[in-house]
């Protein structure tokens, strides 16, 4: 059974530290992963993720992808309180006809100032 | 950049009546739609994958005569609650794919909280 987990389940921090987010995957005729955020409504797209090893970095946060060890991590440095929210990772389905999104359970950040 | 519009946003309703959930492409045709259940503190769940101008596939474990799926047009998907239950309350999103696109380039609507009495 294809299945996306992610850890922590929730995360408080203040201003200014730097935090890891964790997604594993297994999912069959796995292409991409991407990480979303979630703010109260629609999730919001942030990366996409299909080769191992390739960093992506946008602003304070970037994410990067192991395809051996069948996990991604995404990092937020610097975090401000407009970071907080649901963090969702996804794994993408396979073919590209389908695009079946398998999502994980979401990690939920509060940054305290 | 694209555009989905889905409403109404919020729902409340009697137990026994039936909801219908619209999600729009504003700006593209959507030849792929996708409807995702969320229930409080966990994640988005696929419910079913519709393609314009056939069935939708339901996912395993949910009722395809009670969430009716109609995507009749390439800007328009409808998901309806048939006869719902206080259970079935929760938040509904719905993910479109343009023509053309890949798997990625998905556009979530904003949601819509159903509550049913």
């Known amino acids: 059974e294809d299945k996306v987990v992610q850890s922590p389940l929730s995360l408080v921090v203040h201003e200014g530290d730097t935090v890891t987010l964790n997604c594993s995957y297994e999912v069959t005729n796995f292409r991409s992963l991407l990480w979303y955020k979630q703010e109260k409504k629609a999730p919001t797209f942030l990366f996409m993720l299909?080769?191992?090893?390739i960093e992506k970095k946008s602003g304070r946060l970037s994410s990067i992808l192991d395809k051996k060890e069948l996990f991604s991590i995404l990092n937020i440095t610097a975090t401000q309180t407009g970071d907080s929210a649901v963090y969702l990772c996804?794994?993408?389905?396979?073919?590209?006809?389908?695009?079946?999104?398998?999502f994980g359970q979401g990690t939920t950040l509060q940054v305290k100032p | 950049g694209a555009v989905v519009s889905q409403h109404p946003s919020r729902v409340i309703c009697k137990s026994g009546t039936s909801v219908k959930i619209e999600c729009r492409s504003l700006?593209?045709?959507?030849?792929?739609m996708f409807w995702y259940r969320q229930f409080p503190k966990q994640s988005l769940m696929l419910m079913a994958t519709?393609?314009?101008?056939?069935?939708?596939?339901?996912e395993q474990g949910v009722e395809k005569d009670k969430f009716l799926i109609n995507h009749a047009s390439l800007t328009l998907s409808t998901l309806t609650v048939t006869s719902a239950h206080p259970e079935d309350s929760s938040f509904y999103i719905c993910?479109?794919?343009?023509?053309?696109?890949?798997?990625?380039?998905?556009?979530f609507g904003a949601g819509s909280r159903l509550t049913v009495l």
């Open positions: 519709s393609n314009e101008g056939s069935k939708a596939t339901y």
């Open positions: 700006d593209f045709q959507a030849t792929t």
């Open positions: 996804a794994g993408i389905h396979g073919s590209s006809n389908t695009g079946k999104l398998i």
């Open positions: 993910s479109a794919r343009a023509r053309g696109t890949g798997a990625n380039v998905l556009t």
């Open positions: 299909t080769s191992s090893g």
